[in-house]
C-alpha cells in the first residue's frame, strides 16, 4: 500500500513539476530560496522539460514513446511554419489512413486552436 501511495504522489509532484511557473513556484516556496538569484529560464523550462517527460511504467507503452519521438522531432523545427508543414503533413496522412476524426484534430492545431486531450476514435 505505501509503494503506491508512494507511486502516486511522485506522479502528482512529476505532472505540477511539468509547468515551469509551478516549478518556479515550488522553488520560490523553499525557505533559503534567495529572490535575488532565481534559477534562469533555461534552466527552469530544462527541469519541466524533465519532469514532464517522466512516465509511470505503466504508460511505458510503444504508443507513449512514439509520442515522445514525435514531440522530440517536433521540438527541432524552431520555426512555425515549419511545425505548420509537419502539422499539416500529419493531417493529410490521417486523412488517407481514414481516420477523419483524428485529422479534424490535427487540422485543428493547424489553425491554431487546442483540442480536447480526450483520445479521438475514428
Known amino acids: 500500500m505505501a509503494d503506491v501511495l508512494r507511486r502516486r504522489q511522485v506522479e502528482a509532484l512529476a505532472a505540477e513539476l511539468a509547468d515551469p511557473t509551478a516549478l518556479l513556484v515550488r ?9 535575488a538569484k532565481p534559477p534562469s ?3 527552469v523550462n530544462t527541469l519541466a ?5 517522466y512516465r509511470p511504467t505503466d504508460e511505458r507503452t510503444v504508443e ?3 509520442l515522445e ?3 522530440a522531432f517536433l521540438s527541432t523545427f524552431p520555426d512555425a511554419s515549419q511545425k505548420q508543414m509537419l ?3 500529419l493531417a493529410s496522412g490521417m486523412h488517407h489512413a481514414q481516420r477523419p476524426r483524428h485529422a479534424a484534430k490535427a ?12 483520445a479521438a476514435d475514428g
Do not use: I, K, M, Y
Open 107 to 118: 487540422q485543428a492545431l493547424l489553425d491554431g486552436h487546442t483540442v480536447p486531450s480526450q
Open 27 to 35: 522553488w520560490f516556496e523553499q525557505n533559503n530560496a534567495d529572490w
Open 41 to 43: 529560464d533555461e534552466t
Open 69 to 71: 519521438v514525435l514531440r
Open 49 to 53: 522539460a524533465r519532469f514532464a517527460q
Open 64 to 66: 507513449h514513446e512514439a
Open 87 to 89: 502539422l499539416a503533413t
